[in-house]
Every structure is written in structure tokens, then in C-alpha cells.
């Protein structure tokens, strides 16, 4: 059966967009220098590193193909454990709003991993790209359109200068997924006409206030709770979700309108705990996505793209007229070491380049679109906010 080409609107859109021209996968000899030597270990610097950058440095590790060699974090009582964690040296241990440029300054580091709140994304990806270093940026990659058109931008410049950039949306790499994906592309559920997806959850974690904090370090403590730090839940988290809507329906959204608010978590920062978002695409398909972070006792997630000859479901995998149900195979666990190992390759020139920049920032955009629409309580079309270049600022 015939591909399914790509809509009209996204071509117009990366055409347009000045920063577009990144793709997710590009090929080259794996003799191309990529500032590492093949087969050697590669050098890295983790900017971030509370839980998650910890959890994704430990993957990394264990590739086998990489080593720590130095830390960064805007506090400097996250940095023992990890220090011990990955036998880093103390004079290779930066702390401080600004420390992630000392690491950037080493020539030894080859490649380095963003993972500190979202804010603070893009212009670390573009100081890093600026230095010459691979990148492992953890999702989202920015808070608002600024940080999207500034990421996709900086990106670009990456694929001129071979640097590997590898984005946290692991579902990616998932080989049961990928094949799906390729299945779908080539018209196994026929047209896409319709998508549901929903992320309902409890209440999150919170973090004290400590007796020397000033209140800008409260809120970095605490920035998921803050739209400034973290986009909202919407972009912080269920990015993953709509992402997958994306990549399996081959579309970007074209607008969204919206709803939601604060009824429950009201102890703590200014983002919503719920969210309704409709998102409109090309060729008529339509998304409603929910999502929550109150503490009510049901908790779930699930998507489906049902199609005119079959549906994809996230739980189930393909499900084809009159026939079993295709499986996903393997959990998201192989699918992140799988993503670190390509990330470990490509930057070592072992292979496939990889430069996932233009995805990870259209499908942050989509969430920013979305939150954009909610707190607006009003339809949101793509090109107004891309255009509109809107930048949230730290306010503390």
C-alpha cells in the first residue's frame, strides 16, 4: 500500500518556520568526526542532577560506552551523591545558577546531559551546541514559544556541526512502537479520524523550604508546581502523550482550544491540576486530550487514533479489522536504554546520526499550544502563537 504522505500543513510549517530543516534522523558514515574518537568512551557532564538527571545518567553509564566526568546543579547539596554515585571528582562539581557553563568551558567533555527544570533548557542547549558538545536534553525542552523557536534554531546549527542531539521522549525508541509506527505511516489503519488520550493522576511531591532559601530557590526547589519553571503539567508531563498522537498520525495539530483551572492543589505555585485541550488538525482528524493531578483515587492513561480501517492503542498496540491485535511489544524500560544507547553511538561516531531536535520541540510546542488555549479558555491557532513569539520570564 502506498505511504501516506505528510500533510500539506506541516510542510508549510517547517517551510515557513525559520528555525525548521532539522530532521529526526540523518544518516552518515560512521568515519564522520563527531569531536569523539570511534570506540572510545565518551566524556560526560551532567547539567541537573536531582532525581531524573541521576536516573538518566545511570542508563547512560550503563551503555558501557560512557562516563561521568563532571556535575552541575543549581544546588549544591544535590551534588554528593551523585559525586559518589559516579566517582566525580569534588573540583569537577559546580554549583550555582550559572554552573552549567564551567562544564561547558572543559574540553574533555564531549557530550553533556540538560536536565534541570524546563526553563532553563533552552539557553543551555544553545550554550551547548555553542561549545561543541552532544546533547542528551531530558523533555520538554522549553516552557513557552520562545524557547521551542530557540531550541528548533539551535538544533539546526547542531546537525550542521554533526552534534548527536537525543531528546527524553523515549517512546521513540521503542522497536515494537517504531515498527507500528512504520505500519501506520504506510496506511494500515487507513485515514486517521479521530484520537482520544488522557493522563489522569494524583497530587505530587513537595519539597521544604529550607531555612537559608530565598524564595527563587524555593520555587527551582519546588518548579514543577510553577509555570514559569515547568509549563504546567500539560507540557511537563504529558508531553509523552501527545507526542505519540503526533509521531502515529504522521500530523501537527493546526489549532486547540480549551479549559481548566485550580479546584484542589491550590497550597502551592500557579499552574492548573486539570485540563480539557481539543486539539484540530489537517484533513479534518481531531484529538481530545484530558489530563489531571488530583488526588481523587482513579488514576490512568491511555490513547487510541481510530482509523478508517483500523485503531492504534497504547495499551493494546494495532488493532486491525477482523484480526488479533498487533502487540507493542517490550515495556518503556528497554526502550530508555535503548535511547541511551544510540545516544552513545551517535556521539561517538559509531553509526547512525541521530538529531531528534525537530520533534521534541513540535511536540513541546503542541503542549504549550494546548496550555496556551486552557488558560485562555479560547481556540489557539498554531501559526498566531509560533508568530507571536511569547516568552515567559523568571520572576524571582
Given amino acids: 500500500m502506498k505511504k501516506r504522505s505528510m500533510p500539506l500543513s506541516r510542510r508549510q510549517f517547517l517551510k515557513a518556520s525559520s528555525a525548521a530543516g532539522v530532521s529526526s534522523i540523518s544518516i552518515l558514515k560512521s568515519t564522520t568526526a563527531f569531536g569523539t574518537r570511534a570506540n572510545s568512551m565518551l566524556q560526560v557532564g551532567l547539567i541537573g542532577s536531582g532525581g531524573r538527571g541521576t536516573s538518566d545518567a545511570k542508563s547512560l553509564v550503563g551503555t558501557g560506552k560512557a562516563k561521568i566526568v563532571a556535575i552541575a546543579d543549581y544546588f549544591d547539596f544535590q551534588l554528593k551523591e551523585p559525586a559518589q554515585e559516579f566517582q566525580v571528582s569534588s573540583s569537577k562539581c559546580y554549583s550555582g545558577i550559572d554552573a552549567y557553563k564551567r562544564i561547558l568551558e572543559m574540553d574533555e567533555v564531549d557530550a553533556v546531559m540538560l536536565t534541570t527544570p524546563p526553563y532553563f533548557r533552552p539557553e543551555q542547549f544553545e550554550a551547548a551546541v555553542g561549545a561543541g558538545k552532544h546533547v542528551f536534553a531530558e523533555k520538554p525542552i522549553a516552557v513557552d514559544v520562545w524557547g521551542c523557536r530557540k531550541f528548533m534554531e539551535a538544533g539546526k546549527k547542531a546537525a550542521q556541526k554533526n552534534l548527536t542531539v537525543v531528546a527524553g521522549l523515549q517512546t521513540r525508541y521503542a522497536e515494537g512502537r517504531q515498527k507500528i509506527a512504520d505500519m501506520i505511516a504506510n496506511g494500515a489503519i487507513g485515514e486517521p479520524v479521530v484520537a482520544q488520550s488522557k493522563r489522569l493522576g494524583g497530587d505530587l511531591w513537595r519539597r521544604e523550604r529550607l531555612p537559608n532559601f530565598t524564595e527563587r530557590d524555593f520555587q527551582v526547589r519546588n518548579w514543577l508546581y510553577y509555570l514559569w519553571a515547568s509549563g504546567d503539567f500539560l507540557v511537563e508531563m504529558h508531553v509523552h502523550n501527545l507526542d505519540v498522537i503526533n509521531w502515529m498520525s504522521g500530523m501537527l495539530p493546526v489549532s486547540a482550544y480549551g479549559s481548566g483551572g485550580r479546584k484542589v492543589r491550590t497550597d502551592i505555585g500557579d499552574i492548573y491540576d486539570h485540563i480539557a485541550v481539543h486539539y484540530e488538525y489537517p484533513n479534518g482528524f481531531h484529538l481530545s486530550h484530558t489530563g489531571s493531578q488530583i488526588s481523587s483515587g482513579y488514576s490512568?492513561?491511555?490513547?487510541?487514533?481510530?482509523?478508517?480501517?483500523?485503531?492504534?492503542?497504547?495499551?493494546?498496540?494495532?488493532?486491525?479489522?477482523?484480526?488479533?491485535a498487533i502487540s507493542q511489544g517490550e515495556g518503556l524500560r528497554n526502550a530508555t536504554d535503548r535511547q541511551m544507547e544510540v545516544f552513545a553511538s551517535s556521539s561517538l561516531g559509531e553509526g547512525t546520526y541521530t538529531n531528534n531536535s525537530e520533534y521534541v520541540s513540535t511536540s513541546t510546542f503542541m503542549c504549550?499550544?494546548?496550555?496556551?488555549a486552557a488558560y485562555r479558555n479560547e481556540k489557539v491557532s498554531w501559526k498566531e502563537l509560533w508568530d507571536s513569539n511569547e516568552r515567559i520570564e523568571m520572576p524571582v
Fill in 300 to 324: 490512568g492513561q491511555e490513547a487510541q487514533i481510530i482509523g478508517t480501517k483500523g485503531t492504534y492503542d497504547t495499551q493494546q498496540g494495532l488493532i486491525l479489522k477482523s484480526k488479533e
Fill in 368 to 372: 504549550v499550544l494546548g496550555r496556551t
